[in-house]
């Protein structure tokens, strides 16, 4: 990539895209974005794509949707792609590794960005990020990832990044399920939910999950 800061657009403006692209719009990055739901749109004080085959007039393409598919169906019907696309999507890790074989990859360096942090440490450049793709392209978009991310995980070629966000999520869903199980059995002796959730995360049973009680139906309602 050359020295100049490169052109970034956005496909999905939900719970992590929108303070993606306010902090890569802070950060200097010229940012063209669009999502499908006018609500999100209006949130979006920057440029603003007409349509979402225009979003590929970029540099870097970043798939930020609940599903890869309106990213891929948009690039596959291309004539001209980004040089980097970048899929943020959770998807599931076969999936994206039988990506690296297909044309696509042929005409966009296809690096995988599996986050973790919420949007908080979205909109601060403070996610983790989970990286799949080849070392090289992933080298060639480190102004942005700088931007993104304080921590860094090269994992592997296209499919790697998915599985270890799969692994990240089977943990953090079993912490869910367990917090509520141990909230269920304190209820039932009679102790206060509130009070036992205060004392539960006070100690080694400490977690995201228990320390973000209060957002995560909120979170929940934006998939």
């Known amino acids: 990539m050359t020295a100049r800061m490169p052109r970034v657009s956005i496909l999905g403006l939900g719970n992590i895209g929108l303070p993606i692209a306010h902090r890569l719009q802070g950060s200097g990055f010229a940012v063209t974005a669009w999502d499908r739901a006018r609500d999100r749109m209006e949130k979006w004080s920057g440029t603003k794509a007409e349509t979402p085959s225009a979003l590929l007039d970029a540099d870097v393409f970043c798939v930020l949707t609940p599903s890869l598919d309106p990213g891929i169906s948009l690039l596959d019907a291309a004539a001209k792609v980004p040089a980097y696309t ?23 360096a296809l690096v995988e960005v599996a986050v973790s942090g919420g949007p908080e440490r979205a909109e601060n450049g403070d996610l983790s990020l989970f990286l799949g793709g080849s070392a090289s392209s ?7 990832l700088n931007a993104l991310g304080s921590r860094r995980f090269v994992l592997g070629p296209l499919g790697a990044a998915s599985a270890t966000k799969l692994a990240h999520q089977l943990v953090l869903f079993a912490t869910l399920s367990a917090h509520v199980d141990g909230l269920a059995l304190a209820e039932a002796f009679g102790v206060d939910a509130t009070s036992a959730r205060e004392a539960i995360v006070s100690g080694l049973a400490e977690s995201w999950v228990g320390r973000n009680w209060a957002v995560l139906p909120g979170i929940a309602a934006d998939y």
Do not use: M, N
Request: net charge neutral.
């Open 86 to 108: 970048l899929l943020f999507s959770t998807s599931a890790p076969e999936k994206v590794k039988a990506l690296g074989s297909a044309e696509i990859a042929r005409r966009t």
């Open 138 to 144: 992933i080298a060639e978009i480190e102004s942005v």
